[in-house]
């Protein structure tokens, strides 16, 4: 039988002793008629604190722990304080590694800040610049395409033949783009005279698709 199941029958021994004690001395004490003082010489019941005693007695003699017992209890607290110990030091590590943790994340965010900040004002002028280069590139074309349709009316007024040499030509010093964008600017009838006027029938396919591209980039 194991220490504490002993401990547990000791208590419980005893409070039941306790109450038939109670119990026993209220019953005789309800069933005895009143005497006299000379009576009162006569033996009186047990205490029942002294039958508590008594059989508390009884029952410790009967539950005293062995040595191996006592050896085994003291060990088992021993090991429940070495577990209660190894957890407080997983915790305190845990804790430890979280501060790390969260002093790296307030450092890195400290220096996100800083870079952000740093990154203001050349973000800044990068954005003005980039504007100003979308507004010059936007000037550009609408001058080029001011010239192209201003030499496209020239080429109106052109013999279709003396008008589809100079594209040729264009083509051949690499300004095939040029002579598409003319072709593009006139009106359709002069360009289908001009681009039947050249031989090279090839050529001539190769800037009517030219055409279409700067027409579906508007």
Known sequence: MGLKLRIIILVTVGLAAFG???MFTLSRQSQEPD?????????????????????ARQAA??????????????????????????????????????????D?????AEELEDLRLRLVAPLTKLRETTRELQE???????QEQANLRSIADKYERMDERAGAEILV????????????????YLSERSA????????????AARLVDRMKRIEEEG
Do not use: C, F, W
Request: proline share 3%; charged share 40%.
């Open 169 to 184: 030509s264009m083509v051949e010093n690499d300004q095939k783009s040029d002579a598409a964008s003319i072709l593009y």
């Open 61 to 102: 003699e009967q539950v005293q722990p062995t040595e191996a017992e006592l050896h085994h209890l003291v060990n088992e607290l021993r090991e429940k304080r070495r577990e209660l110990d190894r957890r407080r030091r997983e915790l305190d590590e845990r804790e430890r590694h979280l501060a790390i943790a969260e």
């Open 20 to 22: 038939g004690a109670m």
């Open 136 to 142: 010059r590139r936007e000037l550009i074309t609408k």
């Open 35 to 55: 005497t006299d003082d000379g009576d009162m010489t006569a033996e009186t019941p047990s205490d029942p604190t002294d039958l508590l005693a008594g059989v």
């Open 192 to 203: 289908a005279r001009m681009l039947g006027a050249i031989d090279d029938r090839q050529l």
């Open 104 to 108: 790296l994340l307030d450092k890195q």
